[in-house]
């Protein structure tokens, strides 16, 4: 006899907190890890850098600070997805919907979708810098900025490669462990656990999405990410496919990976955070918004058909 899953008949609530608690121990394990590998690589005051004891230069060990953040967005993410997976459900691929291939339309439509939406991204990236503080907050806004910098700085140097290994990293780093393990936590686990709690779809891409910005501490950039997020959600979603969004969010990232690669090697002078960005062109925002709109129902409407040709399919 099949043992139930053990927090397959417990209560949502009680659900969030297990993962709560799963993706605390699991962080503290793989960074515990990751640091204890680190070590006889790169010494320990590598180590003591990491509390303020010795001051070292990012360019010197930007390999350290890479392997890092691969092993923490590991335990924040990743495992303790597949982890919450097989408590609740014993079946991690039925659980997170990456048991079935996406069909063409639908990924290649949505990563139209990431293209399309692009000026409209640049657009929100520009009202939401514009945004400021009142001036009895203006400390805040001050500390913000000064941590959205600092969070640059390293991520210009982790872009900064020339060569094809120096590619290959950035873009398991960048594009493929976030845009499975991002997607496994938001959309294929609190999307669907806010989902079965609250009743609404609606309410749990809303909910999951801010989480989802939120997390990237980044509050100049939290409008358009968190829109991002609703349009992830929503391609989970229609599809019922998490292969989706991991597939249009790899895209996402690992455009811009590329960019940068192309740019330091002199073979492209693209500068990406101006790509796509439109200024006062509201009429090409207004076309990206509707287009994208246009190409979001497409999917709805195709995988509703699917639906129900399945359904009939089964009655037979």
Known sequence: MNKEPFLQNFPNSFKLISLIVIVIICVF???????????PIWGSDIIKSMT??????????ISFYKFLQIFNHLGMFLIPSIFFAYL???NIGRYLKINHRPKIFTLTTGILLIIVCLPLINWLVTMN???TFPESFSYIEEWMRKSEESAMLFTNEFLNVNNVGGLMIN???????????EEFMFRGVLQKLFKDWLGNAHIAIILSSFLFSAMHLQFFGFIPRFVLGMLLGYLF???RNLWIPIIAHFFNNGFAVIIYYLNNNKITNTDIDKLGSVRNDYLLIIGSFIFSIVL???IYKREKIKKKRIIKKEDF
């Open 29 to 39: 394990l793989l960074n515990l890890l990751g640091i204890l590998i680190a070590i």
């Open 52 to 61: 303020g004891g010795i001051r070292l230069d990012i360019k010197d060990n």
């Open 88 to 90: 609740v459900k014993g």
């Open 129 to 131: 810098e514009m945004m």
């Open 171 to 181: 873009l398991l780093m960048i594009a493929v462990i976030p845009a499975i393990g």
């Open 237 to 239: 979603y229609f599809s």
């Open 296 to 298: 979001m129902m497409s």
